[in-house]
């Protein structure tokens, strides 16, 4: 009945290097730099965590790494490296061929990412047709050992049902098998259990644990929650207004942060101070990405910030083994 | 003077025995009972927090609405500052709802874009003619403004020129413009970022402080409840399982839902989460439709005998502390006995 986490394994190689990424949002009131040369690497076996607040560009970045960008959003710089190759340099079609086997994701919006019209049998057997042209009756095998592998009881039973005869917990995990139906690299979850029950969101992270381990997939794991990041990933990355301001071990950046953004983060967090006790926070509000400040995006925010933060943009940059902050005086925000 | 009564006094709010059912249609044909709240028991006290907490569909939202008098309950009594609300009718009614107020999750969707801020602060005094005078109302603004820290320049713009943080403003502004007694809160931060959301949650423990008015809060955030509640009530399927003080829960859950929900929730960051035990529950809330009989967190329970099925707990306290409650025939040992104190516990 109960479980206790084992320490994580080892790195592996790296999976899938994004370098640099930028994404352009085209709106009524001008254009949204949304993602800004976001920068991160993430090894076979291991959860990457990218952490922000809402708008904060993570879930762009997913979309635009796994292809799936809206018509409004363009790519306008960087590349995504997956096992070595620029997917921004292959074709659609050839793009097309990588995803499924390559890389996968399961979307924040997940309830309502199933098809309503068709059984989950069928829904789920399709990667194996299309990319492994199976035959029906052998997809529908391969859908039934999916919904066993997920955790879904009676699956000979329920493949023939629809979506809605699934509660939240259960369609969560039917997108999760669609996902990793083929055994992806990589697998980014964009706020897998934001909308699920607590004792059904443990149920699921421990879900995307076992299949990480067993299939050696690197986690790309998209989420506002720090506790969530603390307890489930190995490294994170911490955005802002678009890009990675802090990167690191996440057990590093929790207990040491490096930049004034993080620290101000970790300080809001309630269990961070005694009950009663007022609690710290950040004043004011994240930019408007279409008017994000100059410099340093957090500037108008930061406690320590001074006259060329205003001038110079920060790159994100070494501070130690495994480590890169964006602040021109990060020593200062980790003794602050 | 001394202080010589020795019994202390009824607490703002009592409640016992609330239960409501509403009619669902049922997925053959005709319709069908959905138990919200069954049997529901609960006290407030002046100046108090109590953290109402639980999975989505058991019942919080529900028993929100019946102590705010939106809905009423099927059975089950209220007492409010020695009087019935339940009793009362026409103009006795109006004039008392004033005395409860809410605040929303979704502080866009509960404000109407054509009213300025000024204006949503002030609507509340509509309905409720005689509690600010039309002379005084210009300075009442301004001080409730001033109270949520808000600008006075922002009395002219319009929600929708806010961020969320600003509207949540709004929304606690509108609910102090009445002077209630008690203030529900559902789910009021969790729609805010987590730097924003602590200002928010500071707002409301010195307005409480300033003004001791009680607050019913609702949240699946167990480290927000933590944080703010004296005393929590954990909910299942329409039931309390669980009540005490909040640190007697966070430390010595007896309900073994209790238990399994303090230990879903991530460690708070920061803490030594690493040898914790998780308990991780098979399946998910039934049907509040058709609920398991006896207990009703039978089917999830890892503990459950033969009786779980026959006879329903009653709530009853396990330990030295009278106030710390678990419906559960077989209650968890406590983990960390933590010393009982006396009087209210005040943060
Ligand atoms: N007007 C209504 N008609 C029918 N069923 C209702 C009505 N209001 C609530 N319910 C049902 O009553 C149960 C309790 O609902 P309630 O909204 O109180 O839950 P909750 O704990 O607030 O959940 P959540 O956290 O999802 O808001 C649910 O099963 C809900 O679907
Ligand atoms: S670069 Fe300047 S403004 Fe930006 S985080 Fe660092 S100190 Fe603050
Ligand atoms: S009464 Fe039985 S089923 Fe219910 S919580 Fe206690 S042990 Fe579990
Ligand atoms: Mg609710």
Known sequence: MSTTREAAPPSGAAAMEVDRLSVDVRTPEGTAHVVRDVSFTVRSGETLALLGESGCGKSMTAQAVAGFLEPVADVVGGEIRLNGSDLLAL????????????????????????????????????????????????????????MERVGIPEPRSRVDAYPHQFSGGMRQRLLIAMAVALRPSVLIADEPTTALD???????????????????????????????????????????????????PVGDVFADPRHPYTRGLLDSVPGSRNRGEPLRFIPGNPP???????????RTRCPIAREDCATHRPELSETGLGRAAACHYWKEAAHA | ?????TRPPAPLV???????????????????????????????????????????????????????????PDQGTLRFDGTDPLSLRGKELLAWRRRVQMVFQDPFASLNPRLNVAELIGEPWRTHRDLVPRGGRDRRVRKLLEMVGLREGDARRYPQELSGGQRQRIGIARALALKPDVIVCDEPVSALDLSVQAQVLNLLAELQAELDVSYVFISHDLSVVRHVADRVAVMYLGKVAETGRTEEI??????PYTAALLSSAPAPVGS???????????????????????????????????VCAEEVPPAEAHGGDPTHTAACHFPLEPAHPVPPVSGPQRG
Not at chain 1, 288 to 298: Q, S
Not at chain 2, 1 to 5: E, G, I, L
């Open chain 2, 272 to 306: 030594e989460g690493t040898s914790r035990q998780r308990i991780l529950l098979r399946g998910e809330v039934p049907s509040p439709i058709d609920p398991p009989s006896g207990c009703r967190f039978r089917t999830r329970c890892w503990r459950a005998e033969d």
């Open chain 2, 14 to 72: 009592e409640a016992a025995g609330l239960t409501k059912s509403f009619k669902v249609p049922r997925s053959s044909a005709g319709t069908t009972r959905l138990r919200a709240l069954d049997g529901v028991d609960l006290t407030l006290e002046r100046g108090e927090t109590l953290g109402l907490v639980g999975e989505s569909g058991c019942g919080k939202s529900t028993l929100a609405r019946v102590l705010l008098m939106l809905d009423r």
């Open chain 2, 1 to 5: 003077m001394p202080d010589t009564v």
């Open chain 2, 250 to 255: 966070f430390a010595n859950p007896r309900h």
């Open chain 1, 198 to 248: 607590v004792t059904v969101q443990a149920q699921i992270m421990e879900l995307l644990h076992d299949l990480r381990a067993e299939q050696d997939t690197a986690l790309v794991l998209i989420t506002h929650d720090l506790a969530v990041a603390a307890e489930h990933a190995d490294h994170v990355a911490v955005m802002y207004a678009g890009s990675v301001v802090e990167a690191g």
């Open chain 1, 91 to 146: 074709s659609a079609a050839a793009r097309r061929r990588l995803a499924g086997p390559g890389l996968a994701i399961v979307f924040q919006d997940a309830l309502t990412a199933l098809n309503p019209v068709f059984t989950v049998g069928t829904q789920l057997a399709e990667p194996f047709r299309i990319h492994e042209r199976l035959s029906r009756k052998a997809a529908k095998a391969k859908a039934v050992e999916l």
């Open chain 1, 288 to 298: 408007d990405l279409r008017a994000v400040p100059t410099g340093c995006a957090f």
